[in-house]
Each structure stands twice: as structure tokens, then as C-alpha cells.
């Protein structure tokens, strides 16, 4: 069955602090990969997508990146933190019609 | 362009009572509609899906949801509300004519709140 891994799962870290949040899923090939934002506990705000291997879409212009090195690895990134990126981070796979969420990251930034 | 409405911050409804969670949406060409639900700091969980025949779908937990093409819309129901379906809940819609990435929009999301 496909599962899909994310961690850590909460994580503080003070601004101007690099981050790397690490996502990876099993039991399929070629996901598209997302990662999302929910804010102040509400709605979800899609960050990046990833139809293969190195090919990133960015969606919203932020402080952050995302690299998909691996088939079914997808990392979330930022050279320097600011108070701006708390926030919950939540990564996804998707195949067809059906989509799958991580238990998700709580990111604080102090 | 899609999008989707959730007009409802939150619903309170008693225990044993049925709930409705309000979803309405956009799209240019057919829908594929889901809902999710999230409990306080976890990703989300899939509820259930509207692809294509019935207009009424059935999900987990007892929950359903009811295709409506006609006022675009995709309400969440049960029965019998629990005190453990106190959540958040998601609905997401896709256009299935915009290609091969499957990018859902979510409405804002409807906390509900079921009473002892």
C-alpha cells in the first residue's frame, strides 16, 4: 500500500536558520509531489508541485525551495528563516484522482 | 480558474444530531470533489470522493456527501453527528480536463464542533 512519510514533526528554529524539511513516499512510482502551507490553522495554501525528478513548480514567490532529488523524495527548503515562515507544512502525493497527506510539520520560527 | 467555497467557519451541531458541512464550487469543465478531514496538528485524512456516476457518494466514518450539478455544490453529511468527528474539515475541487497534475483547490475549511 502507499504510505507517505514526513518529518520532523515539529521543528523550532530561529530566524535566519536554514531549514530542510524531508518527505518521502512508498509503495508507488512517479508521484506528483506537493508541498502545502496552512496558516493561522485554516486554509491550505499549495507551495510548490513536482511531476518528476528535478521539476519543481512554484505556485506563490517566498522565502522558500523545493528539490526533488529522488523519485519519491521531496524536500522543502530555506537558506534563512524568517518569523513569516511558522507556519504548518504539509506534503502530499497524488496519482490519478486519489491524493494522500503527511501527518505534516509544525514549523516555529523564533 | 476553480475554486471552492466552504461559507461556514464553523458548524455546531449535538451529539446524535445529523450535520451538514456546506461546500460549493467552480469550475470550467467537470468536477472531481473531495473532502478531508484534520484533527488538531495532523495532515489530513481522505473522507470521500465524487468522480463520476452517483450523485451520492459514501465515505468513511458514516460520512456522505451529495453531488449537486445543478447549485455546484458537494455538502458533507451524516446521520449522527459523534463528539469524536470534532474537526476540521476540507473540501477540494479539481477540474479533471486540466491535464495530468492533479492540483486540488481547498476551500478555506469548516471546523466542526459536536456537542455532548
Known amino acids: 500500500s502507499q504510505t507517505i512519510h514526513q518529518w520532523p514533526a515539529t521543528l523550532v528554529q530561529p530566524v535566519g536558520s536554514p531549514l530542510s524539511l524531508e518527505c518521502t513516499v512508498e509503495g508507488t512510482s512517479n508521484p506528483n509531489l506537493y508541498w502545502y502551507r496552512q496558516a493561522a490553522g485554516r486554509g491550505l495554501q499549495l507551495l510548490f508541485y513536482s511531476v518528476g525528478i528535478g521539476q519543481i513548480s512554484s505556485e506563490v514567490p517566498q522565502n522558500l525551495s523545493a528539490s526533488r532529488p529522488q523519485d519519491r523524495q521531496f524536500i522543502l527548503s530555506s537558506k534563512k528563516l524568517l518569523l513569516s515562515d511558522s507556519g504548518f507544512y504539509l506534503c502530499?502525493?497524488?496519482?490519478?484522482?486519489?491524493?494522500?497527506f503527511g501527518q505534516g510539520t509544525r514549523l516555529t520560527v523564533v | 480558474a476553480q475554486s471552492v467555497a466552504q461559507p461556514e467557519d464553523q458548524v455546531n451541531v449535538a451529539e446524535g444530531n445529523p450535520l451538514t458541512v456546506k461546500c460549493t464550487y467552480s469550475?470550467?469543465?467537470?468536477?472531481?470533489l473531495f473532502w478531508y478531514v484534520q484533527y488538531p496538528n495532523r495532515g489530513l485524512q481522505f473522507l470521500l470522493k465524487?468522480?463520476?456516476?452517483?450523485?451520492l457518494v459514501k465515505g468513511s466514518y458514516g460520512f456522505e456527501a451529495e453531488f449537486n450539478k445543478s447549485q455546484t455544490s458537494f455538502h458533507l453529511k451524516k446521520p449522527s453527528a459523534l463528539v469524536s468527528d470534532s474537526a476540521l474539515y476540507f473540501c477540494a475541487v479539481r477540474d479533471y480536463s486540466s491535464g495530468g497534475s492533479y492540483i486540488p483547490t481547498f476551500g478555506r475549511g469548516t471546523s466542526l464542533i459536536v456537542h455532548p
Open positions: 469550475v470550467s469543465g467537470n468536477p472531481y
Open positions: 465524487y468522480i463520476t456516476g452517483d450523485n
Open positions: 502530499a502525493w497524488a496519482m490519478g484522482t486519489e491524493a494522500f
